[in-house]
């Protein structure tokens, strides 16, 4: 095992072990973690004051060495005070801060988080060490249910097979509309660091190149944390805490890798009004779509993980996927299996597609039929993914209707496509084997009690909306 190894796994259960001793005092994972980043962000600033002589970046007063120190209610008052004063800022601190609150109110478990933090030198550990630690982490949180994190949580191995297939080149921008905790860009960041040793470009690609967006303020904190961990937007954060859908896109880009958020859109969420839209919805994932395809430059490209209902939904649905087919070139359908998500039973796909010229043809992939992955036994792996990736690059059809009618990998050409009902984009060809469900038990309960609380929450509204009916 390397010493980077090492330091990782040891650090990584350090750190989740506190996590888990704090549960049970009742502080939730994720609330642990924000206030784990915004305490390592004045950790690691100390760190390069003290070790390379740097100015602070944080002001007098706020600094690691004024709460390091104290205890009791005068430990929480100072942190408070520092938290708000943070936030404050404009600059990458203001955005690691976002609406920063703290949620650790007992003194002795604040205390804990600053002692193990301060038993490390996080600064001179190698970015890779940092960065993969703090992605653990957020990998750990999103598996926590009770927290709902795991919707900020795409699987990394999914996210690398699409970069793999997008190929984002040096001095590109990339951009992801919803962007969580960063695993889009962060991927997209690795793959093209090696792309070239020019300065310049180095420099474009740490501080101008990558774009992201995400409508949560803790999202924003932890996916701003994750990319600086890396070494990227060290000066100025490149993610921004906003409504993507609100209003048209500010600038257009290279590239578009995402994940936006499936369901609804949040209560209290500003109604979407766009003049540039070509039609209106109140499906989320079709707004995503439409504000995604109309941020792409001209040759730009996209790589986008939507629900099964963007591909047959009437209406709205039809409407976005002709004009898809019409000004887009979508090329590419990769059918996703269930289990490979945090949250249960999602059905979802990924869309390839560029922007300029209308499609000809669609090669499908079926990596779903017959596929069974869980988080628990069978966990979804880039290698899982790798003859996919093969046949995006080669193009060669593997499906023959007599000698291989399993295929996975299928052209049909648009008039195929648009010969369907409803332009309808839900494709099977491969008939079920009928293997048996491999899911554990655990697993098997768990997502009936992930229904049964869905079901239960739907009957309260039902009879919310009945309430009102009546008193009205």
Not at 15 to 43: M, P, R
Not at 97 to 126: C, F, G, H, R
Request: proline share 3%; net charge negative; glycine share 6%.
């Amino acid at each position: 095992m390397t010493k980077n190894t090492s330091t990782e796994q040891s650090l990584t259960k350090k750190v989740w072990n506190l996590a888990t001793t704090l549960s049970g005092a009742g502080i939730g994972f994720t609330d642990y973690i924000t206030q784990l980043t915004y305490l390592l962000f004045l950790k690691m600033d100390a760190e390069n004051t003290e070790l390379f002589g740097e100015v602070s970046a944080i002001p007098e007063g706020y600094q690691w060495c004024d709460i390091k120190n104290l205890d009791g209610i005068e430990l929480i008052e100072q942190y408070e005070s520092t938290l708000k004063h943070l936030s404050a800022q404009d600059n990458l601190i203001g955005t690691i801060y976002t609406k920063a609150q703290n949620k650790i109110d007992k003194p002795v478990y604040l205390k804990k988080v600053i002692s193990m933090i301060d038993q490390e030198q996080w600064l001179i550990m190698d970015g890779d060490v940092k960065g993969a630690i703090y992605e653990s982490i957020l990998e750990k949180n999103g598996q926590d249910k009770k927290s709902g994190a795991g919707q900020y949580f795409t699987p990394r191995p999914l996210i690398k097979a699409m970069v793999d297939c997008i190929n984002p080149k040096i001095g590109e921008t990339v951009c992801d509309p919803a962007c969580g905790t960063g695993g889009f860009l962060l991927t997209a960041y690795d793959y093209m660091k090696s792309q070239s040793e020019n300065k310049d470009k180095r420099d474009f690609l740490r501080n101008k190149a990558l774009h992201g967006i995400d409508n949560t303020p803790l999202v924003v904190t932890l996916a701003s944390m994750n990319l600086y961990l890396h070494g990227v937007g060290t000066e100025r954060s490149p993610i921004i805490c906003e409504d993507s859908l609100e209003k048209e896109p500010s600038m257009l880009v290279d590239v578009i890798l995402a994940n936006p958020p499936f369901g609804t859109r949040p209560a209290g969420s500003v109604e979407i009004n766009r003049s540039d839209f070509y039609t209106e919805t109140k499906n989320n994932q079709l707004n995503f779509l439409q504000h995604m395809m109309l941020m792409l430059k001209t040759g730009g490209r996209a790589a986008v993980v939507l629900p099964d209902n963007v591909l047959f939904e009437a209406g709205a649905g039809e409407t976005i996927r002709k004009r898809l087919l019409q000004d887009f070139n979508l090329h590419t359908i990769l059918r996703l299996p269930t289990g490979i998500f945090y949250a249960q039973g999602v059905k979802a796909n990924v869309l390839f597609f560029s922007k300029g010229e209308p499609t000809k043809e669609i090669w499908f992939y079926d990596y779903r039929t017959d596929v069974k992955h869980t988080l628990a036994t069978n966990k979804l792996e880039r290698h899982h993914l790798d003859d996919f990736v093969s046949c995006y690059k080669e193009r060669k059809q593997t499906y023959n209707a007599e000698t291989n009618p399993q295929g996975r990998w299928r052209r049909y050409s648009i008039d195929e496509i648009i010969s369907r009902d409803k332009t309808s984009l839900d494709i099977t060809w491969i008939k079920q084997g009928g293997e048996v469900d491999n899911r554990s038990l655990t697993e098997l309960i768990s997502e009936i009690k992930d229904k049964s609380v869905k079901i239960s929450d739907a009957i309260s509204e039902l009879e919310k909306l009945l309430t009102n009916i009546v008193e009205d």
